[in-house]
């Protein structure tokens, strides 16, 4: 509810707006009760037509303007909704494009996928329609003091039943909120789990991981039928309460307007009205009641949407310099990854000159990767820093700092699109000629002309359809949109087949030779061979570069 609020009020001018619209709104909706009342006391006991045709012409032009003030008020509430809207999604894409890698990678992908489809939730129950009817029950006071005016104690008995239906709803709701977090939980590991099986259909068959598998879905399955049979039966039990309490509120109206009119303290005419304004105090307090369970909902996804922007993002500013040598310098370097005991990378000192070659191995798990991702800014060292030219890196521009380096992860991805998209959207002022001479530098510009869709073949799933040593020269091709001065490596021969690997090597060549810095973390000693420094993580706690006699 107090999403609501924050989003009217937010606007205090429009906050205004809303709440005389809604006042009008609300105001003229009385006046079909007033004239059912005084069609039965004055024309039906004089029989005047003019009257009638007063009565009802007056009634006509209120339903008019009951009719403006609503939809005017839509149109207000829709524009209010479509900014957050757009804030909301725009906040969960820019965390997940720009927020340090350090700590989105401890969330699971299933949890980020929760997150972004976390919007749409909050799209479809905070509705215009459904604030709309939110901003009505506040005026039910409308209708109530006309119908203390026409019978005080019809108006207490609508006011005492209303509250004590309030009461037993929110005592379901408050029950509902809890169940609800237990079925997000076991909603997330149920996709967590489909997730996996859809991921790794090889290693589910292979190695006979269905029983376990089977197991544990049925444990989450049986879990999801008892908290979906408890929250629909808390559901159930409230609209058949605001059922009877409809039905009790006919009852007690008409039974005390009944006997009003017997004791000739009340007509029937105000009788029937006080029935129609009973009605009309109940319904917008009933229509919040069956959004409240939309509430549940949006507050678990707006707060799914609140942890995740709070990541912390990558700076955007800093120094960019006019032009870069290639020389980088580790200064006591150390890292280690959150949940993790062990310092991976500890105390690690070593300066690379422009046109260097560096070579650094070590076996799976001793830190490659790590140093690669800290180099290109994708993850911050826990203490020690790197310095660029002389400068601080926390000092440079990540923006500027990435077009300088020619990078080649151990896992390149690609978006869903063409391959021609997935270099533009790198470098946008790429030609077709330029696309094919990168592609023709790793030897692959004929293998993409053999396909049938060309330079606008279409990758899918981030490339995984594609075998590993055509994705990474893909990769590498891409990474030489930039002609950066630093380049940096990461297995760039793994799972290549020896004729890939020799355009590799002639490429690394060449980029060396035009005075390039070139870093490689891998196992292939191949390539070792034309390095001046080399660096064993194995080397424990703190690696020491060595010089190679060339």
């Known amino acids: 509810m107090n999403k609501i609020f924050k989003r009217i009020f937010s606007f205090p001018v429009i906050a205004i707006e809303l709440i005389l619209t809604s006042f009008g709104a609300n105001f ?20 005047v037509d003019e009257t009638l045709i007063t009565l009802a012409s007056g009634t006509i032009i209120a339903i008019i303007l009951e009719y403006i003030f609503r939809r005017l008020r839509y149109q207000i509430v ?15 894409f820019t965390t997940a494009i720009s927020s340090k890698l350090t700590f989105l990678g401890q969330i699971p992908v299933s949890t980020i996928r929760g997150v972004f489809s976390s919007p749409e939730q909050i799209r479809q129950i905070y509705s215009a329609a459904n604030i709309c009817a939110f ?26 039943i209303t509250l004590v239906l309030s009461f037993a709803v929110l005592t379901q709701l408050i029950g509902l909120r809890v169940l609800g977090r237990e079925l997000n939980k076991e909603n997330n590991a149920k996709i967590q789990l489909s997730n996996n099986v859809i991921a790794t259909p090889d290693t589910i068959r292979v190695f006979d991981c269905s029983g376990y598998l089977q197991k544990k879905w049925e444990l989450i399955t049986s879990s999801l039928l008892s908290l979906h049979s408890r929250i629909l039966d808390r559901q159930n039990s409230v609209q058949t309460a605001i059922r009877a309490a409809a039905g009790l509120l006919t009852v007690v109206v008409i039974s005390t307007g009944a006997v009003l009119v017997v004791t000739q303290q009340l007509d029937v005419g105000s009788m ?11 319904a917008p307090i009933v229509a919040v009641f069956q959004q409240a369970d939309g509430w549940i909902k949006a507050e678990h996804a707006s707060q799914t949407v609140s942890d995740f922007v709070r990541l912390p993002l990558e700076k955007t500013d800093g120094t960019a310099l006019t032009s870069y040598t290639g020389s980088i310098e580790f200064k006591d370097v150390s890292y280690n990854y959150p949940a993790a005991t062990n310092i991976l990378i500890e105390s690690l000192n070593f300066t690379v000159k422009a ?10 798990g001793s830190g490659k990767t790590t140093l690669a991702k800290i180099i290109t800014g994708l993850i911050e060292p826990v203490s020690g820093y790197l310095s660029i030219d002389g400068i601080n890196m926390k000092q440079i521009s990540l923006d500027w700092w990435r077009t300088q380096i020619i990078y080649l992860p151990q896992e390149p991805g690609f978006f869903d699109g063409t391959i021609r998209d997935n270099f533009l959207a790198y470098k946008n002022n790429l030609n077709i000629g330029e696309i094919r001479k990168l592609l023709a530098s790793v030897g692959l510009v004929d293998l993409v002309d053999k396909t049938i869709g060309g330079l606008d073949q279409f990758i899918n799933g981030g490339g995984t359809t594609i075998s590993l040593g055509v994705r990474r020269r893909i990769a590498l091709a891409r990474a030489l949109s930039y002609d950066g001065q630093l380049v940096v490596l990461d297995e760039p021969t793994e799972g290549i087949d020896s004729l890939g690997a020799t355009h590799v090597y002639k490429i690394m060549t060449e980029l060396s030779r035009r005075g390039k810095t070139v870093i490689v973390c891998s196992h292939d000693r191949e390539i070792m061979k034309g390095a001046h420094h080399f660096i064993d993580l194995d080397e424990k706690p703190s690696p020491i570069m060595k010089t190679i006699k060339i």
């Open 355 to 364: 046109g260097e070659v560096l070579f650094i191995s070590g076996k799976n």
């Open 272 to 282: 029937i009205g006080a029935n129609i304004l009973a009605a009309r105090v109940f």
């Open 28 to 47: 003229f909706a009385l006046i079909p009760a007033i004239f059912v009342i005084l069609v039965l006391q004055k024309y039906l006991s004089y029989g």
């Open 135 to 160: 901003l009505d029950a506040p005026f039910a006071i409308i209708f109530i003091i006309a119908l203390y005016f026409i019978s005080p104690l019809i108006c207490y008995f609508t006011v005492a």
């Open 78 to 92: 829709r524009k209010i909704n479509n900014n957050f809207d757009y804030q909301i999604d725009n906040q969960v």
